[in-house]
């Protein structure tokens, strides 16, 4: 059983659905976990009762930290703060969890991503990353990152939780939402350079 958790709000809702159509199509046993940014997304869902997906209602994981930098982002930066909490309201949910992936809700699934996790576990490594697999005339990697938050999985036990608290500080420091704000895209920047991660590419 694989477990992927994703993150967005009701203006998202057309990309999570379609999403989740991908993975009835693709993906086999699995639970998609949803962290519902508000409470018409919340809704919606839960009147839809869609098969393997589990229900996150954002108002009850909040943390003090998260709540304090919340007023003063954008939806959108608030989403990209979440990220790397999202994995651990997985964890904390259901104890029988050993990894989860953290997917944006506008990834789609053409085909089975069994073969991806074959290559994690065999790699022995605790976490999975995307490498962005830039084109040469088309590489941000200076001001986006080296690696790409679309995908990335997180194991349980190892070194799983210390990456994952790397992320969290990076998305509350406020240093990073100014970096947003001029434009430039920044939520992989704090994976370039470790040598601990098992690195999908992307080309």
């Known amino acids: 059983?694989?477990?992927?958790?994703?993150?967005?709000?009701?203006?998202?809702?057309?990309?999570?659905?379609?999403?989740?159509?991908?993975?009835?199509?693709?993906?086999?046993e699995y639970t998609l976990w949803i962290l519902c940014v508000d409470d018409v997304a919340y809704d919606v869902l839960h009147k839809l009762v869609l098969p393997n997906v589990r229900l996150l209602e954002l108002a009850k994981l909040e943390?003090?930290?998260?709540l304090r930098v919340k007023q003063d982002r954008t939806i959108a930066e608030y989403c990209w703060t979440l990220t790397p909490f999202?994995?651990?309201?997985?964890?904390?949910?259901?104890?029988?969890?050993?990894?989860?992936?953290?997917?944006?809700?506008?990834l789609w699934f053409r085909k089975s991503p069994a073969i991806v996790f074959n290559e994690f576990e065999a790699s022995g490594k605790y976490?999975?990353?995307t490498d962005h697999g830039y084109a040469p005339e088309y590489d941000f990697s200076a001001s986006s990152g080296q690696y790409c938050v679309q995908f990335m999985t997180f194991t349980r036990v190892g070194g799983g939780k210390r990456?994952?608290?790397?992320?969290?500080?990076?998305?509350?420091?406020?240093a990073m939402r100014e970096r947003m704000m001029?434009?430039?895209?920044?939520?992989?920047?704090?994976?370039?350079?470790?040598?601990?991660?098992?690195?999908?590419?992307?080309?």
Not at 163 to 174: I, M, P, T, V, Y
Not at 182 to 201: A, E, H, K, Q, Y
Request: some cysteine; glycine content about 6%; overall charge negative.
């Open 163 to 174: 990456s994952e608290n790397g992320g969290k500080r990076n998305a509350l420091n406020g």
């Open 127 to 129: 976490v999975l990353i």
């Open 86 to 106: 999202a994995p651990r309201f997985v964890f904390d949910a259901d104890l029988s969890v050993a990894r989860v992936t953290y997917i944006d809700a506008d």
């Open 63 to 66: 943390t003090v930290e998260l």
């Open 1 to 28: 059983m694989e477990h992927f958790v994703t993150i967005f709000n009701s203006l998202f809702l057309p990309q999570g659905l379609a999403l989740h159509r991908s993975m009835e199509r693709h993906v086999q």
């Open 182 to 203: 001029v434009g430039l895209v920044t939520r992989s920047t704090w994976m370039t350079g470790r040598n601990d991660f098992c690195i999908l590419c992307m080309c």
